[in-house]
């Protein structure tokens, strides 16, 4: 009696380990399979690739810039997308967990990036990032249908979860491109033009006014009081502009000394000299005719400046233009499209 006892308490103890094991494996095989249906939920999502009209990659390249910091080591930060950065550690967690099979890591892993399309801002989803989006969906959707499978190798799991990764880096890299992308007016090609953009303005009219360089001022209003003054007064009010136009060179900033303002500039300074060599042996009518040139080299002056400020807006717009017909270019692969797009870019920007 004593035995049957003992084998009754053995029995029912197997049982319950059994059970136990049964219900153990029917979580996982649970979790497995809605992890994997979660999977197949998302495939239509990551593949909305979004066109961009002019005025939204404007908007889109404004919040960028406002949102989107890359660090010295090529990582990123965003601002108020947490969504983001937890991606990039549940990624780095299923590369560092010593059990590659650890389904619970690929399911955190999934979720971050379910969360990562269903959050992404509006600034993030341009087509080419969005390819990789897509690209970070197959690696792991490659990486859950192995870990359903028992007969697949240790090294594979291993081989999925640095396709993963890599992914991930690529998505980040690609985010740093696009934040790069649309500060490409302030790239190496327009440097020169940073400060230059910041300072010089326009009206209506064309006429060009510049922050803290009053000197500019002065020869505006010298060249309008010579213009305006009786032909025997004007001969006293062009050596007062030409006074004044050689303090304004000396005092001249670097940023106003770019290649066509210069050369309008030097236009100025050759009329000038020209007038000076002359005005002591020429007779009225010729001095005045040569102040008449040195009125028409400062107008132009002032549209060079003008077409310099200008080019910025143009160098940008055009840049955008054809940066958007290429993206949008569906009929090509998209490693040719984002070819073409960065070529075309660069060609507007150093037109």
Do not use: W
């Amino acid at each position: 009696m004593k035995k049957i006892g003992i084998s009754l308490i053995v029995a029912a103890a197997m049982v319950a380990c059994n059970n136990e094991k049964k219900n153990t494996e029917e979580l996982v095989e649970d979790a497995g399979n809605e992890m994997q249906q979660a999977y197949n939920d998302i495939g239509d999502v990551s593949r909305e690739y979004v066109s961009y009209t002019e005025n939204e990659a404007e908007s889109m390249a404004q919040d960028m810039k406002t949102n989107v910091q890359v660090m010295d080591d090529g990582s990123v930060n965003i601002s108020n997308f947490t969504a983001y950065g937890e991606l990039q550690n549940q990624v780095k967690n299923l590369s560092t967990s010593p059990n590659v099979r650890d389904e619970m890591n690929s399911e955190n892993a999934y979720q971050a990036f379910q969360t990562f399309v269903e959050e992404m801002p509006a600034y993030l989803k341009t087509n080419v990032i969005m390819k990789e989006v897509d690209d970070v969906e197959k690696a792991m959707k490659k990486l859950v249908a192995d870990l359903e499978d028992e007969s697949t190798k240790e090294s594979t799991i291993k081989d999925h979860i640095e396709d993963i990764q890599e992914a991930v880096e690529d998505l980040n890299d690609e985010i740093v491109d696009a934040r790069l992308r649309f500060d490409g007016y302030e790239d190496e090609e327009l440097a020169n033009y940073a400060d230059f953009v910041s300072n010089v303005n326009y009206d209506d009219e064309g006429i060009i006014t510049i922050v803290d360089f009053n000197d500019y001022e002065t020869v505006k209003t010298d060249r309008m009081n010579m213009m305006n003054a009786q032909e025997d007064q004007k001969i006293t009010y062009a050596q007062t502009l030409v006074t004044d136009f050689n303090s304004m060179l000396n005092n001249m900033p670097e940023y106003l000394k770019v290649d066509d303002v210069m050369d309008a500039v030097e236009d100025v300074q050759k009329e000038m000299k020209e007038y000076q060599d002359e005005k002591a042996t020429a007779t009225l009518d010729e001095n005045l005719e040569n102040l008449e040139e040195i009125d028409e080299a400062l107008y132009d002056l002032n549209k060079e400046m003008l077409k310099a400020r200008k080019k910025y807006d143009e160098n940008r717009r055009d840049a955008i233009e054809e940066y958007l017909e290429e993206l949008n270019d569906t009929d090509e692969p998209m490693s040719q499209r984002l070819k073409e797009a960065r070529e075309e870019y660069n060609e507007e920007m150093n037109d």
